[in-house]
C-alpha cells in the first residue's frame, strides 16, 4: 500500500475499536466525524516519508506512530472550532463537530480521540520493535500534545492578554509536525533529534501559509471560515509582516525544511515531498510576492 492508504487503514483500524462495546451512539458518530473525511493527512504522510527514509523496518509501528499523529490533530480541531475557542460552524467543508453535535459532544469526542491516539500506539503486531521503541513514542507524543511545549499550550496562548507569537506558533502549529518527524524515526529505530529541525521548520511554514490562505482565500476555498485572524484579534504573520512580508517568509522557511533534511538514503524522495507540500501550501499568485 502506498502511505495515504496505510493511513487510512491505519485510523479506519483505530475507529473500529471505537464501535467496540456500548459507546453512546453518538459520541461514537461524533469521533468519526472529527476523523473522516480527513484533509490533506500532511502529519501523517510526513511521519511514513521520514519512517521510510530510516529504512522503516517495522512497518506495522509507523503505521501506528503515523495514525496517533492525526489522531491528535483531529481532536485538536474538534476543540479549536467550539465557541469557548473559534466558534466555528464548518471545518474540512462541512458542519464542525460541535455543529453537528452540539458542544458536549464535541467536547468529549476530542478528548475521546486523544486517549485512542496513545492507544493506537500499544495495538497491533509490531513483533519486538514495539516493545524497544513504545516508551519513546509515546513520550514524544505527550510532550508535543501538552504543555508547556504542545499543542495546548499553544491554545492557551490565545488567552494570555501578551502573546509571545514565536512561542505561539511553535506549540499550536508545529509542535505535531516535530512530533511527526520525530515518531517517524523512532518508528524506524532511528536517531529522533536530528529530524526535529525540518519538522520545526515544516510546521513554522504551514502557520505562516494558514495565515496567508485565512487573509486572502475565501470560506468556500479554505473549507472553514475565512478571516479568523483579524475578526478574534489572533496573533499572525500577516499581521506582523504584511501579505509580501509573510510570503517571503514563507519561501526562506520552506528553503531551511529542506537544509534541515539529514543525509540519508531516502532523503532526495523526502526532499520532493516537501516541495510538494510547499507547492501545495502556497496560496496562488504568492510566488510573484515572494520574489
Known amino acids: 500500500m502506498d502511505a495515504a492508504a496505510r493511513i487510512e487503514a491505519a485510523l479506519r483500524g483505530a475507529m473500529h475499536r471505537r464501535r467496540e462495546g456500548a459507546a453512546p451512539p453518538r459520541l461514537t458518530e461524533a469521533i468519526e466525524h472529527a476523523v473522516f473525511p480527513g484533509g490533506a493527512r500532511v502529519r501523517p504522510q510526513l511521519c511514513l516519508a521520514v519512517a521510510?527514509?530510516?529504512g522503516d523496518d517495522a512497518p506495522a509501528l509507523s503505521?501506528?506512530?503515523a495514525a496517533a499523529v492525526e489522531l491528535i490533530h483531529c481532536a485538536s480541531l474538534a476543540h479549536d472550532d467550539l465557541p469557548c475557542f473559534d466558534g466555528a460552524a464548518v471545518r474540512r467543508g462541512r458542519a464542525s463537530v460541535h455543529a453537528a453535535f452540539g458542544e458536549p459532544i464535541a467536547l468529549l469526542?476530542?478528548?475521546?480521540?486523544?486517549?485512542?491516539?496513545?492507544?493506537?500506539?500499544?495495538?497491533?503486531?509490531?513483533?519486538?520493535?514495539?516493545?524497544a521503541r513504545l516508551g519513546g513514542l509515546v513520550a514524544t507524543l505527550a510532550r508535543f500534545?501538552?504543555?508547556p511545549f504542545g499543542i495546548c499550550a499553544g491554545q492557551a496562548w490565545e488567552s494570555e492578554p501578551r502573546v509571545d507569537v514565536s512561542a505561539y506558533h511553535?506549540?499550536?502549529?508545529?509542535?505535531?509536525?516535530?512530533?511527526a518527524t520525530r515518531m517517524g524515526a523512532l518508528a524506524a529505530g532511528a536517531e529522533a533529534d536530528r529530524w526535529e529541525a525540518?519538522?520545526?521548520r515544516i510546521g513554522e511554514a504551514y502557520q505562516v501559509a494558514d495565515d496567508l490562505r485565512d487573509a486572502l482565500l475565501t470560506e468556500e476555498e479554505l473549507g472553514k471560515p475565512a478571516g479568523q485572524d483579524q475578526a478574534l484579534a489572533r496573533p499572525s504573520a500577516v499581521a506582523e509582516l504584511g501579505v509580501a512580508g509573510a510570503a517571503r517568509r514563507l519561501a526562506e522557511?520552506?528553503?531551511e525544511a529542506v537544509a534541515a533534511i539529514p543525509d540519508c538514503r531516502g532523503a532526495g524522495a523526502l526532499r520532493e515531498i516537501v516541495r510538494m507540500q510547499a507547492r501545495r501550501l502556497t496560496p496562488s499568485g504568492l510566488?510573484?510576492?515572494a520574489a
Do not use: H, N, Y
Not at 113 to 129: K, N, R, S, Y
Not at 170 to 179: E, I, M, Y
Open 198 to 200: 525540518m519538522g520545526a
Open 170 to 179: 511553535r506549540a499550536k502549529t508545529g509542535a505535531l509536525f516535530v512530533a
Open 145 to 147: 500534545s501538552g504543555a
Open 109 to 131: 469526542a476530542g478528548d475521546a480521540l486523544i486517549v485512542a491516539a496513545f492507544e493506537a500506539l500499544t495495538e497491533g503486531d509490531a513483533g519486538p520493535a514495539r516493545s
Open 253 to 255: 522557511i520552506l528553503e
Open 63 to 65: 503505521d501506528a506512530a
Open 287 to 289: 510566488a510573484e510576492a
Open 52 to 54: 521510510a527514509a530510516c
